[in-house]
């Protein structure tokens, strides 16, 4: 891509190299939307950009970066200001989970996950729910997970730093309201992406039964951004078992969550 076209609408998606992200792009584009697309595999990015541009008259801008370093959120805005980029709509998609035990786990890969999944999630909703408040127009989506609902033996820092983004995400809604701008967060349940390859979690029956497309739950998410609610789950599986949260003691939710969560 060449010239930036400043009359388009632009999307941003990070994590677009595989998974949700993917057809978080491939939806906004059909809907018109020019998109900058972020992760660090290059090559996927690309193929992405070509694949789209392709299929539908919009532009694409391709950064690969590690949002896991600290200040990648700052870099990222800094080159799209370079463009004169204006996101109108921020799709906070990236993150990675870990499984099983902390003690088990590399405290350098959990620091990058809380990194990704927290801080950069929170730099980059900052700086562009600045932005967005001062045009008085703007959508936010942000990617938690039904595991946020719960305290999650064998993931447990990683169903923390969810359970931060469905909070951050849902006060930002009633916060950005006023000025224009909504704020939605989207938590999925299993879903078909690279996501268990990286987290490590096998497959498991009760897994296989809760596994959704990645399309639908996307199309779900955007939808709810479109109709500004706070918070979405989608699939009525995932909806019922994180209804059911509120009507169960927590000594019940963990213990359950850490049966179903369990290392075969
Ligand atoms: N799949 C599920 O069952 C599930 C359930 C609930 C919530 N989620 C959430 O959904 C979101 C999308 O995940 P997914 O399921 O689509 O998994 P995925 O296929 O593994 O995609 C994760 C995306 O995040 C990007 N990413 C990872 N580390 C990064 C880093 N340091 N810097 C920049 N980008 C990075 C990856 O790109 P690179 O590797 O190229 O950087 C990739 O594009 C995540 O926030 C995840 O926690 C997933």
Do not use: C
């Amino acid at each position: 891509m060449t010239n930036v076209n400043t009359a388009h609408s632009w999307a941003l998606v990070t994590g677009a190299s595989s998974g949700l992200g993917v057809d978080f792009a491939h939806e906004l584009a059909a809907k018109g939307y020019s998109l900058v697309l972020t992760a660090r595999r290059k090559d996927r990015l690309q193929a992405l950009a070509a694949e789209i541009e392709a299929h539908h008259a919009v532009q694409t801008k391709v950064i690969a970066l590690d949002l896991a370093e600290p200040g990648a959120a700052a870099e990222l805005k800094r080159q799209l200001h370079g463009e004169a980029i204006t996101i109108d709509v921020l799709i906070n998609n990236a993150g990675f989970g870990i499984f099983g035990e902390l003690i088990e786990q590399p405290p350098a890969r959990v620091q990058a996950m809380l990194q990704l999944n927290i801080a950069a999630l929170t730099e980059l909703t900052q700086l562009y729910a600045t932005e967005m408040v001062q045009r008085q127009r703007g959508q936010i989506l942000l990617v938690a997970s039904v595991v946020a609902y719960q305290a999650s033996p064998n993931y447990a820092a990683y169903a923390a730093s969810k359970a931060y983004v469905l909070s951050f995400g849902e006060a930002l809604h009633e916060e950005l309201r006023p000025h224009g701008v909504t704020v939605t967060v989207l938590s999925p349940g299993a879903t078909a992406t690279e996501f268990f390859d990286v987290s490590g979690q096998q497959s498991t029956p009760m897994k296989r039964a809760f596994m959704m497309p990645s399309r639908p739950v996307v199309q779900i998410g955007l939808a709810a951004m479109r109709r500004g609610r706070a918070s979405v789950v989608p699939g009525w599986k995932n909806a019922l078992m994180t209804w059911s949260t509120r009507l169960l003691p927590r000594i019940v939710q963990r213990k359950m969550a850490h049966w179903v969560l369990r290392k075969e």
